[in-house]
């Protein structure tokens, strides 16, 4: 790999050069071809190059790419009433990033109780151990990993982190002074958690006896990743707030926030704002990402096809006592090992694959929804036998070690 010098040390690459995608294939520098299982972190739930999006942005792009919020930008409007009419929310603001989309949550929940409700002091928001909410300092303060926190105090204050699905320990802690609960139905980053339904009933149950809100981190799970459009239906909980980016717009930057149309005048004009978010370039990408979705079916597949691909790596690894559980939802697998899953990553990319971690020990896939079946439990395979090696590998060499 090249000088990285002038760029700053906060990401730790692999020593390889993606170059060109097609569909679930990507190929580096040298023309060697990977069957992607990562999706640019659930990102490209589309593929690589999606024609329809490729030809919207053509189109917009010879058109008009940006205007300032200073102007109407109709494709917003257009785009907000597709997705609300098949979800719980009923305005949209937008902008560039998943970070930006739970800024814009927190802000709007606390404006909402100082400003609407009128109830100032309550500004606590509760999330969970373990959640990824985003690295600006609020969200970064709503995450509950030290790791993501270490050396940047003072944080935003009255985050609360409670352990995730601990129904007791929700009962604990929300009261009166709560102003939000913040939950990823499927947690992400910290090692493919599925909320249980008595945690949702739980939720749902506090939120309605002391009138607080819900916000659903919907960022990596959402818009089919988990075989519904949003992972809270899974839970059947009715947020008040949901945040998305990721998979939103095939891999073009943009993050949008929703609520309920009774939180909307919290953020009266001059409350809150982005230069970028939702220009006409985005909406673009995001309206042909969402017809795409859509009118090809493609959250009922990535439910049927990422359940037979879970069932596939449930089965092949059960003798393997390097695996703790392969859990998840549709295309958010996650593969709890042992052991560290970084040394599985790389016998993968050895092997022409790509997945990453979350977390020190879970393996994580994050495939295309549009992936050929073929192609999928190829790749599936070739994560069966990595597991396996670098297991069957460790195994000796502590067997050694003891001999
Ligand atoms: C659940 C969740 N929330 C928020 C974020 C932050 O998104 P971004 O990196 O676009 O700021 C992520 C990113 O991984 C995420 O998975």
Same mark, same amino acid.
């Given at each position: 790999?090249?000088?990285?010098?002038?760029?700053?040390?906060?990401?730790?690459?692999?020593?390889?050069?993606?170059?060109?995608?097609?569909?679930?294939?990507?190929?580096?520098?040298?023309?060697?071809?990977?069957?992607?299982?990562?999706?640019?972190?659930?990102?490209?739930?589309?593929?690589?190059?999606?024609?329809?999006?490729?030809?919207?942005?053509?189109?917009?792009?010879?058109?008009?790419?940006?205007?300032?919020?200073?102007?109407?930008?109709?494709?917003?409007?257009?785009?907000?009433?597709?997705?609300?009419?098949?979800?719980?929310?009923?305005?949209?603001?937008?902008?560039?990033?998943?970070?930006?989309?739970?800024?814009?949550?927190?802000?709007?929940?606390?404006?909402?109780?100082?400003?609407?409700?009128?109830?100032?002091?309550?500004?606590?928001?509760?999330?969970?151990?373990?959640?990824?909410?985003?690295?600006?300092?609020?969200?970064?303060?709503?995450?509950?990993?030290?790791?993501?926190?270490?050396?940047?105090?003072?944080?935003?204050?009255?985050?609360?982190?409670?352990?995730?699905?601990?129904? %007791?320990?929700?009962?604990? $802690?929300? #009261?009166?002074?709560?102003?939000?609960?913040? *939950?990823?139905? @499927?947690? =992400?980053? /910290?090692?493919?958690?599925?909320?249980?339904?008595?945690?949702?009933?739980?939720?749902?149950?506090?939120?309605?006896?002391?009138?607080?809100?819900?916000?659903?981190?919907?960022?990596?799970?959402?818009?089919?990743?988990?075989?519904?459009?949003?992972?809270?239906?899974?839970?059947?909980?009715?947020?008040?707030?949901?945040?998305?980016?990721?998979?939103?717009?095939?891999?073009?930057?943009?993050?949008?926030?929703?609520?309920?149309?009774?939180?909307?005048?919290?953020?009266?004009?001059?409350?809150?704002?982005?230069?970028?978010?939702?220009?006409?370039?985005?909406?673009?990408?995001?309206?042909?990402?969402?017809?795409?979705?859509?009118?090809?079916?493609?959250?009922?597949?990535?439910?049927?096809?990422?359940? %037979?691909?879970?069932?596939? $790596?449930? #089965?092949?690894?059960?003798?393997?006592?390097? *695996?703790?559980? @392969?859990? =998840?939802? /549709?295309?958010?697998?996650?593969?709890?090992?042992?052991?560290?899953?970084?040394?599985?990553?790389?016998?993968?990319?050895?092997?022409?694959?790509?997945?990453?971690?979350?977390?020190?020990?879970?393996?994580?896939?994050?495939?295309?929804?549009?992936?050929?079946?073929?192609?999928?439990?190829?790749?599936?395979?070739?994560?069966?036998?990595?597991?396996?090696?670098?297991?069957?590998?460790?195994?000796?060499?502590?067997?050694?070690?003891?001999?």
């Amino acid at each position: 790999m090249g000088e990285r010098d002038a760029l700053f040390p906060n990401y730790a690459p692999f020593p390889m050069r993606l170059v060109r995608g097609e569909g679930s294939r990507v190929w580096d520098e040298h023309g060697r071809s990977y069957i992607d299982l990562m999706s640019g972190v659930a990102v490209t739930s589309l593929g690589h190059a999606p024609r329809r999006v490729v030809e919207a942005l053509e189109q917009q792009l010879r058109t008009l790419w940006h205007v300032s919020n200073w102007y109407d930008i109709p494709q917003q409007q257009q785009y907000a009433r597709m997705v609300t009419e098949q979800c719980c929310a009923d305005v949209a603001f937008f902008c560039n990033s998943g970070a930006e989309a739970n800024e814009a949550a927190i802000k709007l929940a606390r404006r909402t109780m100082h400003t609407v409700r009128k109830e100032p002091h309550r500004t606590r928001i509760v999330t969970f151990l373990q959640s990824f909410h985003g690295r600006t300092m609020a969200t970064l303060s709503a995450t509950g990993q030290d790791k993501v926190k270490y050396g940047f105090a003072p944080l935003v204050p009255d985050f609360v982190h409670i352990p995730y699905n601990d129904c %007791a320990a929700l009962h604990d $802690v929300v #009261d009166e002074h709560t102003c939000a609960i913040m *939950v990823e139905c @499927v947690q =992400g980053e /910290g090692g493919v958690r599925v909320a249980t339904q008595a945690f949702a009933d739980a939720i749902r149950e506090l939120c309605a006896r002391y009138d607080v809100l819900l916000i659903a981190d919907e960022i990596q799970s959402g818009f089919g990743r988990t075989g519904k459009l949003f992972a809270y239906e899974h839970v059947h909980l009715e947020p008040d707030i949901i945040t998305t980016a990721k998979g939103i717009a095939s891999g073009f930057p943009m993050g949008m926030m929703m609520a309920k149309r009774s939180l909307a005048q919290a953020f009266s004009p001059g409350t809150h704002g982005s230069t970028f978010g939702g220009n006409p370039l985005a909406c673009a990408a995001a309206i042909a990402t969402w017809r795409v979705i859509m009118e090809e079916q493609l959250i009922d597949r990535a439910r049927t096809i990422g359940e %037979a691909g879970m069932a596939y $790596v449930r #089965d092949a690894l059960a003798h393997c006592d390097g *695996v703790r559980e @392969v859990r =998840g939802r /549709g295309m958010m697998i996650g593969i709890e090992l042992i052991d560290e899953a970084v040394p599985v990553i790389q016998k993968l990319i050895d092997r022409g694959v790509l997945a990453i971690n979350a977390g020190p020990n879970v393996l994580r896939l994050l495939p295309a929804f549009t992936i050929e079946e073929e192609l999928w439990f190829e790749g599936l395979a070739h994560v069966v036998a990595c597991i396996e090696e670098v297991h069957a590998m460790r195994s000796k060499t502590n067997q050694d070690s003891v001999s």
